[in-house]
Every structure is written in C-alpha cells, then in structure tokens.
C-alpha cells in the first residue's frame, strides 16, 4: 500500500500569503491529485495529474511534482481558499488519501 | 450535468446489513469506472471499493474486504454497495464518485451509523 503524508496537517496563512502543502508518498507514483473539501460538503476535485486545475479553480493555485514528492501551492492566499485539502494517487491499488491540510485564514 | 444521488444509509446494529445505492445522471454510466469512499465524521478520506466499466475489475480496502460488495447495473444507472457484518468503524458518510484516476464528481454522500 501506497502511504501518502501530507504536511503540515494544519496551518493558518494571511490573506496575499504565498501558501505550499507538501504530499509526500512512501513510493514513486505517477501522478498526485488534489482536492479540497469546505466544512460540510463533500470533496471537490482541485488538481488533477500533479498540476492540471480542475474546471472552475482559480489560476492562483498550482501543483507540482514527480516520483514521492508532490506540492500544491497559492500563490496568494484568499478567504475562500480556507479549506482541508487532500491528496490522492491513482498509480495502484489500494487507491489511497493523505490525511489531509486543514488551511485556515489567519 | 453529472450528477451523483446515494441513497440506502441510516441506523444499523452491528453484525447487521445495509446496501447503499447511488444513481448517476447526465453522463453515459457504463463508461466509466465507478468508487465508494468514505469518510468518518470528523477524519479522512477512505477509499472503499472500485468496480470497472463492465464489472470486469474490482477491488477492496482490506478493511472491508470479505464483508462488502461492490456492483452496478449499467441499464439502470445504478452503483451499489452491499454492506454485511457491519462494525461501529463503519460509521461514516459513505460518497460515490466517478473514476478515471481521479475522482472528478462525487455525490453528496449518505450517512451510515452502526450503533446498538
């Protein structure tokens, strides 16, 4: 089983911030994918292989990333970004999630 | 739009059964490769189970394997998840979503709470 550790599990940023959450998997994979999920509803897909964003994300988000290490990143931090963010690999089964980022607006 | 309906969860003692049902719309069902993923309230994302396009590949969480099934009904749009001997660690939000890799839609989830 693939292990994913993300990091930090939680941090609070300024709003204009630059923000990077790191996912770091026990083995190389070929692909991360991000998501976020706000307090009561269910998770949406954020980026997806490493670093394509999902329809609707803002272009202040970015990913990034290859073999065990992967990172998603703002470029500068806004209200709404305020959320729990997860990674995902879909290289091999068990599909597995990181424990995910809680990111709180400071 | 896609959309993604679960259905089928409540209140159930433990040793018990429940099967979850999911009915998608607004994209072609039997195309794509199906998941259950949960999630217990308060923690992480879990993935469940997985089941291919035609039912040709599934595959469990060993911590559900052997007491969960995963199946579909192409005709009917319709991804379900049989749930026996359940535990209080199955008490979750149980989400459907669609997979191709990723995880690009999910529904809204439906609550199961093993309690005696």
């Known amino acids: 089983e693939i292990v994913l550790t993300q990091s930090p599990t939680t941090m609070a940023a300024s709003p204009g911030e630059k923000v990077t959450l790191t996912c770091r998997a026990s083995?190389?994979?070929?692909?991360m994918h991000w998501y976020q999920q706000r307090s009561g509803t269910s998770p949406k897909l954020w980026i997806y292989e490493t670093s394509k964003l999902a329809s609707g994300v803002p272009n202040r988000f970015s990913g990034s990333g290859s073999g065990t290490s992967y990172s998603l990143t703002i470029n500068s931090m806004e209200t709404e970004d305020a959320a729990t963010y997860y990674c995902q690999q879909g290289s091999s089964y068990p599909l597995t999630f990181g424990s995910g980022t809680k990111l709180e607006i400071k | 739009e896609v959309q993604l309906v679960e259905s089928g969860g409540g209140l159930v003692q433990p040793g018990r059964s429940l099967k979850l049902s999911c009915l998608a719309s607004g994209f072609t069902f039997s195309n794509y490769g199906m998941n259950w993923i949960r999630q217990a309230p308060g923690k992480g994302l879990e993935w469940v189970a997985s089941i291919s396009s035609s039912s040709s590949y599934i595959y469990y969480a060993d911590t559900v394997k052997g007491r969960f099934t995963i199946s579909r009904d192409n005709a009917k749009n319709t991804l379900y998840l049989q749930m026996t001997s359940l535990r209080s660690e199955d008490t979750a939000l149980y989400y459907c979503a669609r997979h191709r890799g990723w995880f690009a839609y999910w529904g809204q989830g439906t609550l199961v709470t093993v309690s005696s």
């Open positions: 083995s190389s994979v070929s692909y």
